[in-house]
């Protein structure tokens, strides 16, 4: 999919259309605004010396991009690639970059002044790349903050 000049529809500058995800079981939604595309990480080459949290590099469409491992970087087990892998694509610094997540789920408005502090409770890996939470009728959406995923030392192993 790519989301790229996607008219999905008018919204104020209080509402925002967000990607949700899974890692882990814990939805999450990443703002339409920054996602290039939602993909499926195939041919990975493994990068020497890279940080745990990079799974490796591929080539999409001409691109090099990384492929930072979603779980790895929270802590979790690693990811294991397999057909089934999503990852959404994020440009950063002028680079770009896939997120490997468990699963892509829907593009869904966000009133963003609904947007929460993160709860104390919240593990202090997902607070490190949050910018909040926020109330689904049935599920909590952690509010990824871009900009701070790709900060690899604020959420190394914070046990």
Known sequence: MNLEGAQIGESSQEQGLFVTAIVNDQMFGVS?????????????????????????????????????????????????????????????GGESYGLIIDSVGDVVEIDRSQIEPNPRNLDVRWQNISQGIYRMEKQLVVVLDVDRVFEFERVKDVA
Do not use: C, K, W, Y
Not at 47 to 66: D, F, K, M, P, W
Not at 71 to 77: I, N, P, S, V
């Open 32 to 92: 339409v605004d920054r996602i290039q595309d939602v993909f499926t990480p195939r041919d990975l080459t493994s990068v020497s010396l890279a940080s745990r949290e990079v799974a490796g590099i591929l080539n999409l469409r001409g691109r090099i991009v990384t492929a930072i491992d979603t779980r790895a970087m929270l802590g979790l087990q690693p990811t294991e690639i397999t057909d089934h892998t999503m990852a959404i694509g994020i440009e950063h």
